[in-house]
């Protein structure tokens, strides 16, 4: 690979890192600076159970950026949620603009009520297994999200997923 | 009242009987095993819906009251249910949630359930058809005439759900049990085939009746920050509880004022067939599943009660089976906005009842729960608690607000 397709690879994990950490400290509005004007995201599943591929969550820039401002009038379970992932590929188009990538993705749910907040704050529980499936655009060197879906392999999701993932 | 002392804390309220329940009704353990032999054995539960197994050979497994289930698809098009359990030595006959026997199985044939233990065979009507080395081992005195699967009584109806139960004689037809209820959106529902194109699942700890309670009320829309403001209103104010018989209650529509909520769009274009605009009605059935048709989508939530204080809440959505894919999508959104796992509603729910969950433990102090609210059974009123609890009493013989006590009619009729 050529030092500027490493170069893009480089910056497109950047984004998806720091996205990883923007989103774990609930940072809604600095996340969605990683992302295009035209940004797409979607939470979606396979149901083995009912035979259909399922949207849970689908949302442009504008709604995103809407719900997250919204989020304080709803009431919460405040135990955050952490991300730990891994980019395991990232392809970048002939033009060098525009690259995919796929990123393997564990969250945990760090209890802070839990159900007995006495017992429970401080642990983690295992939240939810799946990938991101990224797009992006490559400008000057800096990969911005174009597109975001979230491919999950849970389908029991208890409370506290009212979050972008 | 300032703060009140362990007496005055554990006094009767200034209501009547009939309008509080002793929280044990949530929390004991043989409660609990008493209301699975009770009421969920001799009830019809939906387990599923029939588009989950929409071709011949399509399977689908499920529990009612731990007893495993398995709904299939005839060749003939007929769904029926069967004891998922294996006549020889009880092995679980199909393991995975849903599939089709059309291909064959590492221990049998196509187009039959096999046993992989010791790959006994029944076909899609609960016949067995084969034994493996029938003659060898039982000669002429077992055979497998008489080793059919356990039949289950099983019905597609209303929409399209497929009913089951254990009981070989249930006190009433599914008809005369749910007809009723559900005559405020069957001509919607029944109008072409729907789809489910949601699932997901919840297991938290809490009893499986404060599940229900949450959807048979509308008070706690002060919980809901989407609900106060697509909805306040008079006309708000003006839908009503009404309770059937076997304890169902169905809650009157109003027109949804949804673009009230920054981001969100009027479900007008989109309505079920027959359904008029942003109406949205709700059927709570007895003893714990919730119907819901919000305009342009059906949600059900499907309860399997697994302990006095744990409980799966199976989510489903649906839409008609003939959508577009434009039109799927419109409703998948519109489902997902409130209800959907990352919606804005369903997880305040969630933390609701996972709360009081946490409060009432087994052995933690009886609490009276209120169910006192009286507003001439309109959508603030909590007549339809009411008048659950009071069928429930009468199927397990025990006051719910004394659940030691054998049942007798409340002081209050419950409406
Ligand atoms: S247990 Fe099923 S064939 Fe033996
Ligand atoms: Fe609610």
């Given at each position: 690979m050529s030092a500027n397709g490493n170069g893009a690879v480089e910056a497109v994990k950047d984004t998806i890192y720091r996205s990883c950490l923007l989103l774990d400290e609930e940072k809604w509005s600095d996340w969605l600076d990683l992302c295009d004007d035209g940004f797409q995201y979607s939470i979606k599943a396979w149901s083995p159970e009912i035979n259909y591929d399922m949207t849970y969550f689908s949302a442009d820039h504008k709604h995103l950026s809407t719900m997250t401002e919204q989020l304080p009038k709803h009431n919460t379970d405040h135990s955050p949620l952490k991300r730990h992932s891994t980019v395991y590929t990232v392809d970048v188009d002939k033009d060098g603009k525009t690259a995919t990538a796929i990123t393997s993705l564990v969250v945990y749910q760090n209890m802070l009520d839990g159900e007995t907040s006495h017992l429970d704050s401080g642990e983690n529980h295992l939240f939810l297994v799946g990938k991101y499936m990224d797009k992006l655009k490559i400008e000057n060197g800096q990969a911005k999200f174009l597109e975001r879906e979230v491919r999950l392999e849970t389908r029991r999701l208890d409370k506290g997923s009212h979050w972008p993932i | 009242m300032p703060a009140r002392n362990q007496k005055q804390w554990m006094a009767d309220p200034n209501l009547q009987r009939g309008e509080w329940v002793d929280s044990r009704i949530y929390s004991d353990p043989e409660i609990f095993e008493e209301e699975l032999e009770k009421i969920f054995k001799k009830t019809w539960i939906p387990v599923c819906h029939e588009s989950e197994l929409s071709e011949p050979y399509d399977f689908r497994t499920t529990t009612i009251a731990r007893e495993p289930v398995i709904v299939a698809r005839g060749p003939d098009n007929t769904v029926r249910a069967f004891l998922n359990v294996c006549p020889h030595r009880g092995m679980m006959i199909e393991r995975r949630p849903a599939g089709s026997f059309l291909e064959g199985q590492p221990s049998g044939n196509p187009k039959r359930m096999t046993c992989m233990f010791h790959a006994w065979q029944f076909d899609m009507k609960g016949n067995c058809v084969y034994i493996s080395r029938e003659k060898e081992g039982y000669q002429d005195r077992l055979c497998k005439e008489n080793t059919g699967l356990r039949r289950l009584r099983c019905e597609v109806a209303m929409g399209g759900f497929v009913w089951v139960c254990l009981d070989d004689k249930p006190e009433c037809s599914l008809e005369e049990w749910a007809g009723k209820p559900f005559d405020c959106i069957r001509e919607s529902i029944d109008a072409e085939p729907l789809e489910v194109f949601h699932y997901h699942k919840a297991i938290i700890n809490t009893n499986y009746k404060l599940w229900h309670d949450t959807n048979s009320e509308f008070y706690h829309d002060f919980m809901h920050y989407h609900n106060r403001v697509t909805g306040f209103n008079d006309e708000y104010f003006a839908r009503k509880n009404i309770g059937f018989e076997h304890g169902h209650v169905n809650v009157t529509s109003f027109e949804v004022n949804y673009d009230e909520y920054e981001g969100f769009e009027s479900r007008e274009e989109l309505s079920f067939p027959k359904f008029p605009p942003n109406q949205w009605f709700m059927i709570d059935l007895f003893p714990g599943m919730n119907f819901n048709l919000r305009g342009s989508a059906l949600r059900c939530d499907i309860m399997t009660p697994l302990g006095p204080n744990?409980?799966?809440?199976?989510?489903?959505?649906?839409?008609?089976?003939?959508?577009?894919p434009e039109e799927r999508q419109t409703r998948i959104e519109h489902h997902n906005s409130i209800w959907g796992p990352f919606g804005r509603n369903l997880h305040e729910d969630l933390i609701g009842v996972t709360g009081q969950g946490a409060t009432m433990n087994d052995g933690s102090e009886p609490?009276?729960?209120?169910?006192?609210?009286?507003?001439?059974?309109?959508?603030?009123?909590?007549?339809?608690?009411?008048?659950?609890?009071?069928?429930?009493?009468?199927?397990?013989?025990?006051?719910?607000?004394?659940?030691?006590?054998?049942?007798?009619?409340?002081?209050?009729?419950?409406?």
């Open positions: - | 744990k409980v799966m809440i199976e989510f489903r959505g649906l839409g008609v089976k003939a959508d577009t609490r009276r729960i209120l169910h006192g609210r009286h507003e001439d059974n309109y959508i603030h009123d909590e007549v339809g608690l009411r008048h659950y609890y009071d069928e429930w009493g009468k199927w397990m013989d025990r006051l719910p607000s004394d659940p030691m006590q054998k049942y007798t009619a409340p002081a209050v009729a419950a409406e």
